[in-house]
């Protein structure tokens, strides 16, 4: 059902090497695809995104009009809501936005002794769209995790999209919206509702960034609009790393691994323990529990295929093992997982305790949930208000400073040949 590893075996990197193995948009067959439809949907804007919305997800619409959902119909889709999920929608949305308020960035100066002056400056930008899957399952959380940082940095339009197969629209994700400051939905998908948002059409605006996890379509195209927009990331399957000490009850950590493979056949679930008996627990356990999960097909396949329970020699190799992986979710599952922290160098985010479970940051612990995937934790990081805001240089040279700058940007300009620079600098020093 999953894979057993020993990282003592003589062929384990090379296992290891395969089992990670992930490249999202690298079929060419899917390339050629998604390029058609950029170029029909920058050709013939709303026309060709009504026909693939059709196509693709079974639907009849005539017009983007049908396509569109306004704030109003937002606001009723969260006050339709029980309120059990009302208050648990809020209470979530109200700890990312509690967690988030402490990223933003400030614009700040210094001035030197000369006068010159010198800093940084925040600006927001003006609109970003906003990808949240549909089609497998609902994802509420998604809106709250992109919007909500866009927020909180200052972003005056939020555009969302949303694929609605079969015309089927989810109210808690609409309730998601609302609450967490969209602007305006189009039920649309795929990579002609990236198309739509990078380039725009009669009906959706041109955005300056697009966010948002997708399928192999949605990832291309992001790629494909990337510079004509900027985008967060290019996501690739959902994963968790749990590094445990064998002490943590092994339902615990069955159910975790579980967590992240009901997401797709694709998802990644990895145990690194140094207890061998303890594995045999986890594996006992995976098997108990595993009919009597409702996704327990997706969930048999992406064990089956990308899962591994890993022996390790000690609990240092299975941190030296999670800093090579880089993992979306780590878990430290193990009695003191503060003294591990300084160990860890990669990873999205950091579950720490044995009572810290990943499926919590999904949704209210408060970090944002959209990370970095397939060995990218090695560079970059989770989504956050710094995605949404960027920064202009500020210089402002005193007379003083003129004379001083003007002469050292003379001298190296002069140095690469550049005449007009060195004779512009000059000509502001006092004589």
Known sequence: MITKLSSAQPDFQKKLSKLLAWESVSNSAVAKTVDDIIANIRLTGDQALVKYT?????????????????????????DSLEVKQKT?????????????QKQKQKTWTYTEEDGTLLGQKITPLDRVGLYVPGGKAAYPSSVLMN????????????????????????????????????????????????????????????????????????????????????????AG??????????????????????????????????????????????????????????????????LKNRGALIHTK????????????SPEHLELSVADPQAMLDGIK???????????????????AGPNHVLPTSGTARFSSPLGVYDFQKKSSLIMVSSAGANTLGEIAATLADGEGLQAHAQSARYRIKK
């Open 346 to 364: 990669h990873a999205g985010a950091i579950f720490m305790g044995r009572n810290t479970c990943e499926a919590i940051g999904d949704y209210c």
């Open 147 to 234: 919007a909500t940082p866009a927020q909180v940095a200052g972003v005056e339009e939020l555009i969302m999209v949303v694929p609605t197969p079969d015309g089927v629209t989810n109210q808690l994700v609409l309730a998601a919206a609302y609450i967490s400051g969209v602007t305006t939905v189009f039920t649309v998908g795929g990579a002609q509702a990236i198309a739509a948002l990078a380039y725009g059409t009669q009906t959706i605006p041109k955005v300056d960034k697009i966010v948002g996890p997708g399928n192999i379509y949605v990832a291309t195209a992001k790629r494909t609009v990337f510079g004509q927009v900027g985008i967060d990331m290019i």
């Open 54 to 78: 059709n196509q693709f997800d079974r639907m009849s619409a005539s017009g983007m009009g049908e396509l569109t959902i306004e704030f109003s119909a937002l606001k009723t889709a969260f």
């Open 237 to 302: 399957p959902s994963e968790i790393l749990i590094i445990c000490d064998g002490k943590t009850n092994p339902d615990w950590i069955a159910m975790d691994l579980f967590s992240q493979a009901e997401h797709d056949e694709d998802a990644q679930s990895i145990l690194l323990c140094p207890d061998a008996d303890f594995i045999t627990q986890v594996e006992t356990s995976i098997a108990k529990l595993l009919p009597s999960m409702d996704r327990k097909d997706i969930i048999a396949t992406a």
């Open 314 to 325: 000690d609990i240092n190799e299975a941190v030296a093992l999670s800093n090579q992986i």
């Open 88 to 100: 648990a929608l809020k209470a979530a949305a109200d700890r990312v936005r509690n967690y988030h």
